[in-house]
């Protein structure tokens, strides 16, 4: 039986890009803000926009924050913008503060020359063969908003960069974790690509 | 690299396409959300609607629209024409879309593009700007197409959006616009090197290396065009070829 995958609602960002997305290219999904509904589904994704304290609080709020480091270990998860960020264990945003601590390494700003916050598309370099870039040419263009990125400690953990005046961690993955800096919602057919790429990780 | 975009602009008056759209293989040349889809597919890199009609009556109908092509369209969307609150901004980009641009509104009352910014995020608040040259060299900045002038200069007001949480600014010069004679360099030049936001040029393109000109001499982060790619003269991924030619990153 096919299942469905939870975009997990704590009160930020837009959901519904992401829903819509999945919808398109045939991904069952759920709209999900409790516990209970996070448990039913085979995969979730992290979507935010945002400060990265305003994202934890927000989570801590909506009571998930336990539930996510429990499901992540048995599912796959993908982190979008905020939610990549918050996968990893303190950012230096505003003010330092505790990520969900799921892959270790720290955000903070792009250490760049160039204009912040970067938005528009940039290239990925492949950095180390993963799931979510199956099929796709090195160099593939994706859409970025974003002025904060995640530094992994452990190169391993870097799926992908783009270079913005510095190298900037694009795709993050550890185990069943997985991130994205940039909005595969929004990067056209290459951004339909990952997600596809992301459901075949449960299917 | 950071891509330059190309921005195909679709005005829409009461649910329809205008400055008509002259492509073959389209079933309805007026419907924007057909058009929207075979823009991104032709690789823009962002759709932007410009609600003409603006009446509160349109308003749905827009909401409409962008809830049909954030559907099926999946590169940036941005909205525009006659914005004035913080609701408008939330009704649709719960539709779907992902910035909005202001203009009269934001020049009338400021605390819209930092409201809207704290609310909604500086990525989605885009403060678009008409402006003209005064005869001592400076912009002014003008609204309604030019019919109302503003004591506001334009690098001023650009500046003073960045500070207030503006993501964006467009710039559009009135001088330049329906000439086909080429982006004003000087201007986005000049606003582009006093912000650090990206500036996305519009008005006066006709030929390809308007495109090039204005994001080297210019730089500008992207490029807005209208007639030029209803009309066919050129095509967005003529322009991106021609642009990758002269070792301008574009995404292909």
């Known amino acids: 039986m096919p299942g469905f995958t939870a975009i997990i609602d704590y009160g930020i960002g837009n959901l519904h890009s992401v829903s819509k997305a999945l919808d398109y290219i045939g991904i069952k999904n759920r709209i999900c803000g409790t516990a209970r509904e996070i448990k039913a589904a085979d995969a979730l994704i992290l979507p935010g926009v945002g400060a990265f304290p305003d994202g934890m609080a927000a989570l801590e709020k909506a009571g998930l924050v336990e539930t996510i480091k429990s499901q992540s270990e048995i599912k796959p998860l993908l982190g979008i913008c905020l939610g990549m960020q918050l996968l990893f264990d303190k950012s230096h945003e505003l003010v330092e503060s505790a990520g969900l601590g799921l892959i270790p390494g720290t955000v903070g700003l792009i250490n760049t020359g160039l204009k912040l916050p970067q938005i528009g598309w940039n290239s990925l370099a492949i950095k180390k063969e993963n799931p979510l870039t199956r099929g796709l040419d090195d160099d593939s263009y994706v859409y970025f908003v974003h002025s904060y990125c995640a530094s992994p400690e452990n190169p391993e953990h870097i799926g992908a960069t783009c270079d913005y005046g510095a190298e900037v961690c694009a795709i993050t993955m550890r185990g069943n974790l997985f991130g994205c800096q940039f909005h595969p919602e929004k990067s056209g057919d290459v951004g339909l690509q990952i997600l596809k790429n992301f459901a075949e990780l449960y299917r | ?252």
């Not at chain 2, 913080?86 to 909005?100: C, H, P, S, T």
């Open chain 2, 1 to 252: 690299m950071l891509a330059k975009r190309i921005i195909p602009c679709l005005d829409v008056h009461d649910g329809r396409v205008v400055k008509g759209v002259n492509f073959k293989n389209l079933r309805d040349a007026g419907d924007p959300v057909e058009l929207a889809g075979l823009y991104s597919e032709m690789g823009a890199d962002e759709i932007v609607f410009l609600d003409i009609t603006a009446t509160h009556a349109a308003r749905r109908t827009v909401i409409d629209i962008v809830e049909k092509t954030a559907r099926c369209v999946f590169v940036p969307l941005t909205v525009g024409g006659g914005i004035r609150t913080v609701d408008d901004f939330r009704d649709i980009l719960r539709a779907g879309a992902d910035k909005i641009s202001v203009n009269s509104a934001a020049v009338r009352d400021k605390s819209l593009i930092s409201e809207a910014a704290k609310k909604f995020g500086s990525q989605c608040v885009v403060l678009a700007i008409d402006a003209k040259r005064r005869a001592d060299g400076s912009f002014q900045v003008v609204l309604n197409g030019g019919r109302i002038e503003t004591e506001l200069d334009a690098i001023e007001w650009a500046k003073e959006a960045e500070k207030l949480g503006a993501g964006e600014i467009m710039l559009n010069s009135i001088d330049a616009d329906g000439t086909k004679n080429g982006f004003d360099i000087e201007m986005t030049k000049a606003v582009a090197s006093s912000v650090r936001i990206p500036v996305i040029a519009s008005g006066g393109c006709g030929t390809l290396s308007h495109f090039y000109d204005v994001f080297t001499e210019g730089q500008a982060d992207a490029a807005l065009a209208a007639s030029i790619f209803h009309y066919g003269e050129l095509t967005v991924p003529q322009v991106k070829r021609y642009l990758s030619s002269r070792s301008i990153a574009v995404r292909m």
